[in-house]
Structure formats: C-alpha cells, structure tokens
C-alpha cells in the first residue's frame, strides 16, 4: 500500500502511449502540477489533488481500492482486470483495438472457423467473453508478452492482440482477422469516492472542466470583418455560422463577426468566407466551452 497524505489522487500511465494525452487532459482543465516521470506524486497547486503517476496495469486496482480516488486508464486494460470502479466519461485518446490476427495462408474465414484452435494472447478475460458471447470453443493461451510471435513458435494458431495500424501483424506473417473489442482511454473513479461528499464535489468540478475542454477539441473561434449588408449572405453560404455574434464597427457599414467553427470544416469555411466578403479573418484556439 502507498502512503498517502489524505489529499484526493488521479493516477495515469508514468511513462507511455497514455502520458502524454493524459498530462495535456489535466493541463487543460487548468489544473497546475510540475508532471515528472520519475517522482510518484505531483501536486496540483491550484486544485485539490494530486496526480499519481504509476504503470497502467495498476490503475484499476488502485482506483477499485481507493490508492487513488479518480484513474486514467484504457478500456482494454480496465476489462481486461474486471476491476470494479465507477467509469465516468470516455476521454478520445489511447484508440487501439483488440484483434484477433491469423496466419496469411489460414483458412480462418469467419467467427466459427475459430473452433478447436489455440489463440495465444495477453488478454485472456477479454478473448473468453468474445468467444462465449460467439458461442466458439477455442483453447486459450494465456502469453505474457511477444504475442505476435506465438502462431511461428508454434506455441498458438492464430492470436488476439492490440493492434493500431496492423503493419506489426503484417511483419510477423499474420492478417488481422477480426476485432475483439475497440477501446480509448477512459477517466474512472472509486466507488466510495463518488459518494462521498466532499471528494464528490471535486469530482463533479473536474468533470465539468474534462467536458468542457472536450467540447472545444476540434473548434476555433473566427472573427471576421464584413460589409453589414453581407451578413445574410455569409450567413446563407456558411451553414455552421448559425447565430453569430455581430457587432457594428466605427467604420458606417461594417460590421465584426464571431463564430465558432469546426476544425475539420475550418478551410472551407475560410475560403466561402472571403469570397462573400468577409476581410481581416483571425482565428483563435478555444481552451473549454461551459453549457
Ligand atoms: P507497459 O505496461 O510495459 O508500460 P503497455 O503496453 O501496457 O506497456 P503502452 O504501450 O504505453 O503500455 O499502452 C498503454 C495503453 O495505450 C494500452 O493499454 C492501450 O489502451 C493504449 N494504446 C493505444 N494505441 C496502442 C497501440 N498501438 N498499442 C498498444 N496500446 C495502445
Ligand atoms: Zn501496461
């Protein structure tokens, strides 16, 4: 058991795929902490907790026993440890999926081919569920690592592994077969965290901050200058600019134009903005947007 110093934890991955995203999803919900890989605590100094950086395979447990109070961690590994936590908002980073991957020439076509076969893998709670929610009967090989080389060591017949482009399949002579599960990175808390009153509050104003900076992913923030009798149309060409902002400018007859836009629509709209007169166009990041 850790020490503890009766300030409320958030644990996410030391050192890996998750770090990163994790440190940035906390920064952006304007928590202040000086993150190091190699010191276990991190003290927010403007929020009333403290980050706890540990390997990600211990996130469930220590958040199901209350080491820390709220956890960042990847849906495969959280099913994976059947841990019992509270999962509180999927987060949009960590995407990787769960696959079954068999050998080029295998004569594995669908689901039910499965049946009398050795699927070596890290994820044995995971593969069993599938298998019985699919009603196959495969002999499980529980492997702790090097997964891909299983099928060539003759150790299984095809294998069920985390799979983010299936490249890594491909050198190993295998092809991805089917998906087992999709997962992203997921933000849970301890139970008798959530009911307690006062870790509750902090909680609900963490959860407040998370939505509002996942609200704002992918949205800029335009400012534009326009002709006043330009509006309707700029309003017409440009469905997202549903009900800007517009304010007269000293200039008679013109007028200044805010708007949010998505990220992936922006140049579009740049383009269409010009061409029906808009000038002086800046576009700004959003940090959070509160509802
Ligand atoms: P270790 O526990 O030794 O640090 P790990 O494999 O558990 O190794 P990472 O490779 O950093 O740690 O993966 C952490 C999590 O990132 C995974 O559990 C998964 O949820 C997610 N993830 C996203 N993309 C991938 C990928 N391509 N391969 C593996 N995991 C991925
Ligand atoms: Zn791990």
């Known amino acids: 058991m850790l020490a503890t110093n009766g300030r409320m934890k958030i644990a996410i991955q030391r050192n890996g795929r998750l770090t990163e995203d994790s440190v940035a999803l906390l920064r952006a919900c304007g928590l202040s902490f000086e993150f190091q890989k190699q010191s276990l605590y991190s003290p927010c100094s403007n929020f009333d907790l403290d980050v706890l950086a540990i390997r990600d395979d211990d996130i469930p447990e220590y958040v199901q026993d209350g080491v820390a ?7 495969n590994v959280l099913l994976e440890r059947s841990a019992r936590v509270h999962q509180l908002v999927p987060l949009g980073f960590g995407g990787c999926k769960l696959m ?14 499965l049946n009398g076969l050795r699927i070596g893998t890290t994820y044995p709670t995971i593969l069993k569920s599938f298998l019985k929610d699919h009603k196959v009967r495969s002999e499980i090989v529980e492997l702790s690592g090097s997964v891909e080389l299983a099928p060539s060591l ?3 017949d095809v294998i069920c592994d985390i799979v983010s482009t299936g490249t890594t399949a491909k050198m190993y002579g295998l092809r991805t077969f ?11 808390a301890n ?14 104003r963490l959860m407040i901050r998370v939505q509002g900076s996942q609200e704002a992913g992918g949205k800029r923030y335009l400012m534009m ?5 330009s509006v ?6 440009i469905p997202s600019l549903k009900s800007p902002t ?8 013109m007028v200044a134009i805010h708007s949010v836009v998505a990220e992936d629509v922006f140049w579009d709209v740049m383009e269409k903005l010009k061409k029906a007169g808009a000038s002086d166009i800046i576009v700004v990041p959003i940090e959070t947007i509160i509802r």
Do not use: H, Y
């Not at 089917?178 to 849970?188: P, R």
């Open 69 to 75: 109070d709220l956890g960042i961690i990847g849906e």
């Open 100 to 113: 079954i991957s068999v050998p080029q020439r295998s004569a594995v076509r669908k689901i039910s081919d």
């Open 154 to 156: 003759n150790v299984a």
């Open 178 to 188: 089917c998906t087992v599960l999709e997962s992203q990175a997921v933000l849970v």
């Open 191 to 204: 139970l008798a965290s959530m009911r307690d009153k006062k870790k509750r509050a902090i909680i609900d």
């Open 225 to 229: 200058n326009a002709p006043a009798n």
């Open 232 to 237: 309707a149309r700029l309003k017409r060409v």
């Open 246 to 253: 517009v304010v007269p400018l000293a200039e008679t007859g």
